[in-house]
């Protein structure tokens, strides 16, 4: 079973930092991209920033310049390191991923975490 499990949310004030870090564990032959969407209340869920196992990386256009996304490939972790944050960066957060299972079936499917606020206020 593959799991992935955020760490990093909280709050921040405007122009502060944050990182966020979503690590991939379970039966796991291969991660093609991990990445960050995000959802305010009552907005559409949306791409922040994706990253391939090769390193090739998208970031919105709200958040380039400001985001930086790496990933550990050794550790299946991903980071997403936020600076000089706004308020409207305010949001859930939610890791996914691109994953090969190990098992019989080795299937390809998405994955998401469970989300982790991330709040930028004064």
């Known amino acids: 079973q593959v799991q992935l499990v955020e760490s990093g949310g909280g709050l921040v004030r405007p122009g502060g930092s944050l990182r966020l870090s979503c690590a991939a564990s379970?039966?796991?032959?291969?991660?093609?991209?991990m990445g960050w969407y995000r959802q305010a209340p009552g907005k559409q869920r949306e791409l922040v920033a994706a990253?391939?196992?090769?390193?090739?990386?998208n970031y919105a256009a709200s958040v380039k310049g400001r985001f930086t996304l790496s990933r550990d490939n050794a550790k299946n972790t991903v980071y997403l390191q936020m600076n000089s944050l706004k308020p409207e960066d305010t949001a859930v957060y939610y890791c996914?991923?691109?994953?090969?299972?190990?098992?019989?079936?080795?299937?390809?499917?998405?994955?998401w975490g469970k989300g982790t606020q991330v709040t930028v206020s004064s």
């Open positions: 996914n991923a691109d994953i090969r299972g190990s098992g019989l079936t080795g299937a390809w499917l998405m994955y």
């Open positions: 990253i391939t196992s090769g390193g090739s990386t």
């Open positions: 379970g039966s796991i032959f291969s991660i093609y991209g």
